[in-house]
């Protein structure tokens, strides 16, 4: 079955540490989205990328880096900068051209200790 | 002013009722919208998907599009226990890239 797959589901990090969540997906999309959901907030982009090779900052992306290497992966790295990590965080991806809808992957619970 | 805004409830119905999930948008320009429902701790999912004004069926869910006074709605029918859940609303802007426009969503408890 076609999907979003990320990983890990739950994450606990120590202060000044960096971490890393995996999203893959194997639904030929072109492009992809991180997003960071807080109780109240809603969806904030934090990332996204159109294309193998590029991607774009979004509303919220101080204290996050990204990759896109491959089409079917789109890593999100959480880094010590980042002064509220706490959160829930959903890989999006969406085929572009008329294909309108967002599928999303299950989300992963970042806690910081 | 938000983009998109949304009662965030929460809203608690017994079960049977009909259910009026709603949004407003500020930018006349929006054209595709989307509702999304989301159980505790997991991922989003498209429930309806529709394009510009009027009204689009499927099962017990209806969403509505009115763009003439940038309102969008979903009504859920005979609600169910397994109804309960945070509804998002959405919206999506082509200018240029895709980006996508989220409401904080709106929790609902269907009563048994």
């Known amino acids: 079955d076609g999907g979003i797959t990320q990983s890990p589901k739950y994450l606990f990090r120590k202060e000044g540490q960096n971490v890393t969540l995996s999203c893959e997906q194997n639904?030929?999309?072109?492009?992809m989205y991180w997003y960071r959901q807080d109780p109240g907030q809603g969806l904030r982009l934090i990332y996204y990328?159109?294309?193998?090779?590029?991607?774009q900052k979004g509303d919220i992306a101080e204290g996050y880096s990204v990759s896109r290497e491959k089409k079917e992966s789109f890593p999100l790295t959480v880094t010590s900068a980042q002064k509220n990590p706490t959160a829930f965080y959903l890989c999006?991806?969406?085929?572009?051209?008329?294909?309108?809808?967002?599928?999303f992957g299950a989300g992963s619970r970042l806690t910081v200790l | 002013q938000k983009e998109v805004e949304q009662d965030p409830g929460p809203l608690s119905v017994p079960e049977g009722a009909i259910v009026s999930l709603n949004c407003t948008y500020s930018n006349s320009a929006f054209q595709y919208f989307m509702w999304y429902r989301q159980y505790s701790r997991k991922g989003p999912e498209l429930l309806m998907y529709t394009y510009s004004s009027g009204n689009k069926e499927d099962g017990r869910f209806t969403a509505q599009v009115d763009k003439s006074s940038k309102y969008i709605s979903l009504f859920i029918r005979d609600s169910q226990p397994s109804d309960s859940a945070t509804y998002l609303c959405?919206?999506?802007?082509?200018?240029?890239?895709?980006?996508?426009?989220f409401g904080t969503g709106t929790r609902l408890k269907v009563l048994a």
């Open positions: 990328s159109q294309i193998v090779n590029d991607f």
């Open positions: 959405a919206t999506m802007t082509t200018s240029g890239t895709y980006k996508y426009i």
């Open positions: 999006a991806s969406h085929r572009g051209g008329g294909a309108n809808v967002l599928t």
């Open positions: 639904l030929n999309h072109d492009a």
